[in-house]
């Protein structure tokens, strides 16, 4: 899943914490934080967890689609599902998505699972 210090991205933690409970699966986080946040580590508590930093100079949507899908040449996603947080956009961005969820959405060889938070 993908995380960020956003309120989209706490969405999309919270879901991917519950999604990752309820499957009993591993939750892989890919987060722009250099850190696990202190408020992240009660969310995380019993749950089994990775945590990876996408550096500044990193693309972060390449970063999610390699930890959903490490070996590109399988033809196999080894995660169940990605998960990501979308802001509500104006009028006018509507058509328009981030770089980052688009590629997402358009290269994931898995279900995305698109949070809002609100």
């Not at 993908?2 to 956003?6: D, E, N, P, R, V």
């Not at 899908?69 to 998960?83: H, K, L, N, W």
């Given at each position: 899943m993908?995380?960020?210090?956003?309120d989209e991205g706490r969405a999309a933690l919270v879901h991917g914490v519950h999604r990752a409970r309820h499957d009993r699966t591993v939750l892989h986080v890919v987060s722009r934080e250099?850190?696990?946040?202190?408020?992240?580590?009660d969310l995380l508590e019993g749950l089994t967890w990775e945590w990876e930093q996408c550096g500044a100079g990193d693309d972060f949507a390449d970063r999610v689609l390699r930890a959903a899908?490490?070996?590109?040449?399988?033809?196999?996603?080894?995660?169940?599902?990605?998960?990501i947080g979308l802001r509500r956009r104006t009028t006018e961005g509507r058509l328009l998505l981030g770089h980052t969820a688009e590629r997402v959405l358009l290269e994931a060889p898995c279900p995305v699972v698109?949070?809002?938070?609100g």
């Open positions: 993908a995380h960020s210090s956003s250099p850190a696990v946040p202190e408020d992240v580590l899908c490490p070996a590109e040449d399988s033809g196999t996603c080894g995660a169940p599902a990605i998960v698109t949070v809002k938070c």
